[in-house]
């Protein structure tokens, strides 16, 4: 079982920018990819970064540009640096990431608990 605890979220004005966090815990052998999801009120869950074991990343075309997704010092915590956040960008957004027990071992995926963002115009 892992825990994804997500943190960072809250209030900015449009221009602004936040930091959200992610961290991992549990019998982690290792990690395959960690991402983060949003969901707007009324609209389906979106990819906003994702992050694999071999440090490739891949972006929403909302976000291009403008928010990165980064590996802190251990790979179970990973940053999204959100920057000239925008009315649009209102969500909650989720920490989502799949990893292995053992060696060769099957693939789990986990989703956070989610943190809230809001911009102001």
């Known amino acids: 079982q892992v825990q994804l605890v997500e943190s960072g979220g809250g209030l900015v004005q449009a221009g602004g920018s936040l930091r959200l966090s992610c961290a991992a815990s549990?019998?982690?052998?290792?990690?395959?990819?960690i991402a983060w999801y949003r969901q707007a009120p009324r609209k389906q869950r979106e990819l906003v970064a994702r992050?694999?074991?071999?440090?490739?990343?891949e972006y929403g075309d909302a976000v291009k540009g403008r928010f990165t997704i980064s590996r802190g010092d251990e790979q179970t915590i990973v940053f999204l640096q959100m920057m000239n956040l925008q009315p649009e960008d209102i969500a909650k957004y989720y920490c989502?990431?799949?990893?292995?027990?053992?060696?060769?071992?099957?693939?789990?995926?986990?989703w956070g608990q989610g943190t809230q963002v809001t911009v102001s115009s």
């Open positions: 549990g019998s982690i052998f290792s990690v395959n990819n």
């Open positions: 992050l694999d074991g071999d440090n490739t990343t």
């Open positions: 989502y990431g799949g990893f292995r027990f053992r060696s060769g071992g099957l693939t789990y995926h986990y």
